[in-house]
């Protein structure tokens, strides 16, 4: 599946909005992207036209951004965009989205300090706590004695 991948660096426009889904969590929110350039006949920095795009996230993500983010700090956000139109009152608009993969703060304009966030779902991974009796795990008594075993032999 062919998708395109942006990463755009600026700062967030809106509040998060998020909501619970039968899914999982939701949140969106409007971020503004401003190019900067060096004007050199002036010798000033001068501001581009600011774009705007409605970043989406989900589940886990979504969760984080609400809790996480505010408006006017700068981020970095990288994700899938998408581009539709809609036509509304017989004018024809456009959208521009981004279904973020990830979200960061931009730390090269502040700092930053992280906070792993608490899982609230069992990782596939893990060993449920119902042993079958093919995958009876030894006791560290029993590793223990026959580490003692195999060092007296």
Request: no cysteine; charged share 30%.
């Amino acid at each position: 599946m062919n998708e395109t991948l942006v990463t755009l660096v600026g700062n967030a426009a809106t509040a998060v909005e998020f909501r619970e889904t039968a899914t999982g969590g939701m949140a969106r929110f409007r971020f503004a992207v401003t190019p900067r350039r060096w004007d050199r006949e002036k010798q000033l920095w001068s501001d581009g036209r600011t774009s705007f795009y409605t970043i989406w996230s989900w589940r886990t993500l979504a969760a984080n951004l609400a809790g996480s983010v505010s408006v006017g700090e700068p981020l970095v956000v990288h994700g899938r965009l998408k581009v539709r139109e809609e036509e509304q009152d017989g004018r024809r608009r456009t959208f521009v989205e981004v279904e973020a993969i990830t979200v960061g703060h931009d730390l090269s304009r502040g700092t930053a300090a992280f906070r792993r966030a608490a899982r609230m779902e069992q990782v596939l991974t893990e060993r449920s706590e119902r042993v079958t009796d093919g995958d009876a795990e030894e006791s560290p008594e029993q590793l223990e004695q026959a580490g003692a075993m195999a060092a007296v032999s």
